[in-house]
């Protein structure tokens, strides 16, 4: 796992690169359990087992120094453009307003993405 921070107007950025080493052993055994949970093969004992492990893992991140926790390096990309501002519409459906690149038109209305997924399906 990787963090990219950049400072527009300085030009400057670093990475943070999550170290593998971090969650000790509990990584290995906490990324079984998971998947035994969320594949619905896991008994009982072993969703206990996933939650305890989960919190333990939680704790550890909360209490290791970020250098401990983190390799810095200089970042993978070079600084993002800044995002464009656009116009915010209101979903003629469900009234929520959205940003303009995320909404469809469908049969003559202005729809929110998931309510013109919804429309779609309906056709």
């Known amino acids: 796992m990787a963090f990219n921070f950049y400072d527009r107007n300085k030009g400057v950025g670093f990475r943070a690169v999550l170290r593998p080493d971090i969650s000790d052993k509990i990584g290995g055994e906490l990324h079984n359990l998971m998947k035994k949970v969320a594949d619905g093969t896991a008994n009982e004992e072993e969703r ?3 939650d305890e492990l989960k919190k333990a893992l939680q704790d550890r991140y909360m209490d290791v120094d970020l250098e401990e926790m983190f ?12 995002a ?13 307003m959205a940003m303009e690149s995320r909404t469809r038109r469908f049969g003559g209305k202005t729809l929110c993405l998931p309510c013109f997924e919804r429309m779609e399906q309906k056709t």
């Open 48 to 50: 206990v087992r996933c």
């Open 84 to 96: 464009r501002i656009l116009q915010s519409l209101r979903c003629e459906t469900c009234g929520e």
């Open 71 to 82: 390799t810095m390096m200089e970042p993978a990309f070079p600084i993002p453009k800044p």
